[in-house]
């Protein structure tokens, strides 16, 4: 079993949808939650921060932590073409310089005007 | 501010042919990794760097892959012989304490460069 399971995709939704994109995750210790958003043929980029359980919002997106059933969720509102691209979950247990992040597989979503 | 500089961005070996990858951090940024992505998936961590020091390389296949960090700036990843399923793409991020404005602020992101395409045939 792999420690993050993220479903691949792919996921297309018309312009203007809500998009909800999932992970789970089977290590208890991961205490440090993120999103990145990465485009064809580019590096990934962090999109969102959590710490612990809980909420964060900034502006259309939101993102969800729920430690008791080890499952993450990054919610887009209002989504745009632009939102095209493969959005990969990361987790760690430690933050600083000693964090080290283990990825999900990464979900490929299409926005249709 | 700059981010982080690959080069280059695309390669194609033969088998048994060596290659190396080369990687310029965001200035300040003590920490640094290797990743590789294979098509379809996450990226795995092969190495991470604090300044020039060596603190995870648990999933480095030592036999063939090798990276350094001189002067804990720069570094470079090598791979010596190339194999069919090293084709991937080789990413580079880093992150970590860095001054700003004679501050000492640490960063827990991580910035990931364009990463180099490798292709094994």
């Known amino acids: 079993q792999k420690e993050v399971e993220q479903d691949p995709g792919p996921l297309s939704v018309p312009e203007g949808a809500i998009v909800s994109l999932n992970c789970t995750y089977s290590?208890?210790?991961?205490?440090?939650f993120m999103w990145y958003r990465q485009y064809s043929r580019k590096g990934p980029e962090l999109l969102m921060y959590?710490?612990?359980?809980g909420n964060k919002e900034d502006g259309r997106f939101t993102a969800q932590v729920d430690k008791s059933s080890k499952y993450i969720s990054l919610f887009i509102r209002d989504s745009q073409p632009s939102d095209s691209a493969t959005y990969l979950c990361?987790?760690?247990?430690?933050?600083?310089?000693?964090?080290?992040?283990?990825f999900g597989t990464g979900t490929r979503l299409q926005v249709t005007l | 501010e700059a981010g982080v500089a690959q080069s280059p961005r695309y390669k194609i070996i033969e088998k048994r042919q060596s290659v190396a990858f080369w990687c310029n951090p965001i200035?300040?940024?003590?920490?640094l990794y290797w990743y590789q992505q294979i098509l379809g998936q996450g990226p795995k961590l092969l190495i991470q760097f604090q300044n020039n020091g060596v603190v995870d390389d648990s999933q480095l296949p030592k036999d063939r892959f090798s990276a350094e960090r001189l002067k804990g700036v720069d570094s470079t990843l090598k791979i010596q012989p190339a194999k069919l399923e090293d084709s991937a793409v080789y990413l580079c991020?880093?992150?970590?304490?860095?001054?700003?404005?004679?501050?000492?602020?640490?960063?827990?992101?991580?910035?990931f460069g364009p990463g180099t395409r490798l292709t094994v045939l």
């Open positions: 991020a880093s992150g970590g304490a860095r001054l700003a404005g004679g501050h000492q602020r640490i960063t827990d992101t991580q910035y």
């Open positions: 290590n208890s210790a991961f205490q440090y």
């Open positions: 959590t710490y612990s359980s």
């Open positions: 200035s300040g940024h003590a920490t």
């Open positions: 990361a987790m760690s247990v430690n933050t600083g310089t000693a964090s080290k992040l283990t």
